[in-house]
């Protein structure tokens, strides 16, 4: 590949797959040969702690913003890298809050490291605080996952003004490229929102639907992404179409 994608998953709305599909679609590319780094930007760690273990590292993202020191590279395989996340990122609207250029933190902390990798994908919060903003401005390409019920999909309009403001300011490269609908479950309220988002939006939805399947809950107890965990269940089987659909159109 010649140029790095820097793939922020986002969406305003907390549950609806974001560390899950920035995890799956990570390993899955990871395990074809491509060199990836994932970040964890959500206060929560849910990234670091679904695959490395419950151990507190001292040197995370929130002490690279803070004290402006290289990203901590966890190199879980020769291809996988993790940039781990804590607590302490809760509060880095307050601290950095008032410092210029704060929303390009990111952007200059990747710009040693980026060229060693294919992908870069980043775990977004579900606000639209400065963590996200230093996403959307480092990033090529957003990817939102959506679950096809009626308030999440009301979720999207605001991840849309985001997405548009940041082109309009910070960062006019930055394209959606692609929703995804996750945690799909065959009933009547989930076909019919299903379609209306299909019609609404049309092709920048993938046509992979990720589907509910407790397996892919399970993985993260035993530090897996749900391919390496159950490479057949619904879970993974999903998650590899997902991330053949994504190449397809990346190489388009
Ligand atoms: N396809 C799925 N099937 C079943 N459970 C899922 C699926 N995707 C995610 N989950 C579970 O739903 C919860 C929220 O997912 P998560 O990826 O953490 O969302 P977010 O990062 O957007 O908050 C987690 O417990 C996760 O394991
Ligand atoms: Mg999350």
């Given at each position: 590949m010649s140029k790095t994608r820097i793939i922020a998953v986002s969406n305003m709305k907390g549950g609806c797959s974001k560390t899950t599909t920035t995890v799956s679609m990570g390993c899955v590319l990871a395990q074809k040969g491509y060199k990836v780094l994932l970040i964890d930007l959500d206060a929560q760690a849910n990234l670091t702690c679904s695959l490395l273990t419950d151990e507190v590292y001292s040197d995370t993202i929130y002490t690279s913003f803070i004290k402006q020191t290289e990203l901590p590279v966890v190199k879980l395989t020769d291809t996988l890298h993790i940039v781990p996340s804590s607590i302490e990122l809760a509060c880095i609207d307050l601290e950095i809050g008032s410092q210029l250029a704060r929303e390009r933190y990111l952007t200059n902390l990747l710009a040693p490291i980026k060229d060693n990798y294919d992908f870069i994908l980043c775990d977004c919060p579900?606000?639209?605080g400065l963590t996200t903003l230093n996403a959307f401005t480092a990033c090529t390409d957003i990817i939102v996952p959506l679950v096809a019920e009626v308030l999440p999909f009301e979720g999207l309009k605001l991840v849309d003004w985001a997405i548009n403001m940041v082109r309009k300011t910070v960062n006019p490269e930055a394209k959606l490229l692609g929703v995804v609908i996750t945690q799909?479950?065959?009933?009547r309220l989930c076909r019919m929102m299903e379609q209306n988002i299909r019609q609404s939006l049309g092709d920048i939805v993938f046509k992979t639907n990720i589907r509910n399947n407790t397996t892919v809950a399970e993985a993260p107890a035993a530090h897996k992404d749900v391919v390496s965990y159950d490479k057949k269940c619904h879970g993974a089987i999903d998650y590899i179409a997902l991330t053949e659909e994504l190449l397809t159109r990346i190489n388009s």
């Open positions: 579900p606000s639209l799909s479950v065959n009933t």
